[in-house]
């Protein structure tokens, strides 16, 4: 019986030869996935929002944005802030964070900017103020 029915199985089967140009297509265009927003809290999501640009564009000092698109922590709050108030207000939090947490003798974000070597911990701050912003419920 398995003998004929495998032979059945076979009869159904179409042994026409393949066409790879079917099969084979160039590269795909994926669409970027939406950004995962892990926070609730306005001033948290602002924060990470920016965090996230900073990851993107990239991080410079001295200036709110650079020729190649990077930006510094306020230029990135800025740009990702709903009105000037929200980025006063998020740039407020964050130098209180700067100052508690990091370089009590932080003046500004500015001058605590510009004193930083690369982005690594630019990012991490704006990660951390996120994380505590949305703490606070804020």
């Known amino acids: 019986r398995l003998a004929l029915a495998a032979l059945a199985v ?3 089967i179409n042994i026409e030869p393949l066409d790879l140009a079917d099969v084979i297509r160039g590269p795909v265009e994926i ?7 892990p926070y609730r809290t306005p001033m948290a999501a602002l924060l990470h929002r920016a965090h996230a640009r900073v ?4 991080w410079c000092a001295d200036r ?4 190649q698109g990077a930006r510094c922590l306020i230029g990135a709050i800025r740009a990702e802030a709903g009105s000037r108030r929200d980025a006063d207000d998020a740039c407020a939090f964050l130098l209180d964070i700067i100052r508690d947490e990091f370089d009590p003798t932080a ?3 500015a001058s605590w900017n510009a004193r930083q070597r690369d982005g ?7 990660g ?6 949305d703490a606070r419920g804020i």
């Open 55 to 58: 990851l993107r564009d990239g």
């Open 31 to 37: 669409p970027p996935a939406p950004a995962m927003q």
């Open 128 to 133: 951390h103020a996120a994380s505590r912003a």
């Open 64 to 67: 709110l944005r650079d020729e």
């Open 107 to 109: 003046e500004t974000i």
């Open 120 to 126: 690594h911990m630019p990012a991490r701050i704006l």
């Open 10 to 12: 076979d009869a159904r």
